[in-house]
């Protein structure tokens, strides 16, 4: 299971994800890395760090294991729900296929994501809010909602469409309680609408 003991002592910020990029980068491969979680809320300046770099990728897990390892990462977990690397006291964890911790994606999620930038052949993408936020709901923890109203705040969601993907989502996916989460969510967010 995806558990908190694991994530960095100290926190992580664009500076450890822009190192992390860059020695990718050097190894001149393309990549194609889709920023979820606090990584991509610290792309996009809603918070200022995070516990760990998460990345979903459309890569296969030997492609990712030969560049990261070539890059002098250390791979702490090959399981591929939830494959963990570290540089120093830098975690990275990555996922695959389109799906993360038990949620298998709309097969649009990839279309619906933003590219923010490239680093040599790298190509850096956000994981769509909508799917991004679903993830965030499934684990449902204080910091997961206070996130979840952060990304609402600043990115204008649409919350008829998200809570319409979520839940076409939610039925079939490894989301335990997915109708009390939801309604959780949405209790908070009401309460805090005009903070």
Sequence with gaps: MYEDKYKNIKSTGITELDSI????????????LFAIGGTAMILKNIKESTKDIDFLTTEKQEKIRKLFTLAGLKEESSNKICNIWRLNDIRIDIFYDGFILGIPFPEDWKRLSEKIREVGKIKLYIL??????????????????????????SQKIDFKFLKKRYYSIAETALISDFDYKFKHLEKEYGKRKTD
């Design 21 to 32: 990029l860059n020695l990718l980068a050097d190894l001149n491969e393309p990549l194609e």
């Design 128 to 153: 769509n809010w909508y799917d991004l936020i679903i993830t965030k709901i499934s684990r449902s923890e204080t910091r997961d909602i206070t996130d979840i109203i952060a990304i609402i705040k």
